[in-house]
């Protein structure tokens, strides 16, 4: 392997998107005037283009949607290395009015595109030219039933920043709560996601502490973030009215690619299912030693893992993917001898860990806070199950079909990081380790399953509520919050009364609905795929590796039929239930070894 994978600190080199910050300038002046270029040749004519015109018009559609892409990726990856480097937010801001004037030169080919007649629409759709376009083409004109006249539209955009007011309103309320907390260093002010953070802590009364001075900082808050989900909910539904939407979830199902039929038989064979997290809780308050877990014991570690350097961490993730399919492992290594990973905690540098692809023609970048935890190793496979993903559909798609949706883009890093999962699960000799890993992964997948089917049915309520003509009042949405939390956690796991306020501090029902149900598919289908690939691995991964080229070229329902997977049927999901107790059975095992020594 390279020696750059070997050192410490390895970070990124952006030379394959930009010379420097005055070489982006050029090429983010150039593409305003190409895409002007572009609109003065086409716009207005799309309804006379022949197959072939409108191919060749979709070919430079994409090119310059790539180079805007890279051009993008280079002014972000900037601010990501260092959020207080004056050339990088100077860079950011000449970009930001370059971005939007490309957006806006380029806007008639959607607009048009939509506002076809349907009999010309389906011939260009039926052509063998368009054939690379068309389910993305087709997809964009399933919104024409749901698009108004253009004053209409404009008066309903005219109301966007009311609506960021109170997206803005909610967020500053949370980013701006200091809790009073002595985490055992003295009383600090502490903020929502530090106090969070605490709850994976293996001290009792840290944990207890933490959640309860959290839910005592929300309380007095409550009216106002009641104030703000009330307005957002009343607009969206509103808006829906107008547009002819049946059901509040529409919209999402319909970004999604998913019908609510599949949805509703999902989340369905979930609730089905929360016996298994129970199983779990009960069995996790003996490993403990509590006679009933509470919330605050829900993520609390059982034993002690081991630290992983950076070298082993890439030498277990190369493993576990070359077993797989050599080919995962060669895109892996050829991202990390591209200088293309970002890998140590630096001040300023951005936080988490993400993925992002570029073009066809420029491999993925991958950004890691990696610290030398066990939960590191299973974020770099993570992250490279999207970087496989990126590159694969690139290699056959265009650079608009090989975008998919959230709940398609997480299946393959979910996968990634079972067979990561897997291969220390066998190659690792330390029984703690093996326990903690078996537990976190379980408790990832009730934590992406288990409790977004709960906030998604909590928003169901929550719109139908207001639907009917009833305010959402802090009080009402934390008794239909306590209701929720009930349905779950049954008598396997206390909810105290001061939980009721949970709901409050959740960003995704501020800024998009139901986007939580994304994660349990993403989750559910992995658990399917994973449980096909151990029956027959050698018929399993070509098809996988077909699954991954063929990116966003179609919905997910016809990308997952290969497997045999059913989404419409609340079967298929059960069996995702089977493999997911199996994983809790091996975690309660091998957390009861390791507790025993
Ligand atoms: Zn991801």
Redesign the pocket.
Known sequence: MATATRTEDVRWDLSDLASGADGARRSWTELVERSADFATRYRGRIADLGAAEFRALLDEADELEQIHSRLQVYTHLRLAMDATDPEANDLATFSRERSAAIENAVVFLGLEWIALEDTPAEALLASEELAPYAHKLRVERDEKPYVLSEPEEQALNARRPTVSAWQGLHDRQIATLEIPFDAGEGVQPQTVSTLLSYLYRSDRALRVRALDALLDGLEPRGDVLAACYDALVGDRLGLDRLRGFADPMQPTNMSNELDGAIVEAMMAATEESFEIGRRWFRAKAELLGVPQLELADQYAPIGEARTFSWPEAVDAVDRSFARFTPRFSEIFRECLDAGHVDVRPRPGKASGAFCTAVSKDVLPYVLLNFTDRLRDVSTLA?EFG?ATHNVLSLERQTWRSHRTGIPVA?VP?TFAQSLADDYLLESESDEQTRAVLAAERLENAFAAIFRQTVLARFEQQAYRLRSEGRALTAERLSEVWQEHQLRYYGDALTVADGYRVGWSYIPHFIHVRFYTYAYSFAQLVSLLLYGRYHEDPEAFTPRYLDFLAAGGSASPEELLAPFGLDLRSTDTWRGAFAQLDALRVDAEALARAAVAR
């Open positions: 993570h999207h997480e890093s």
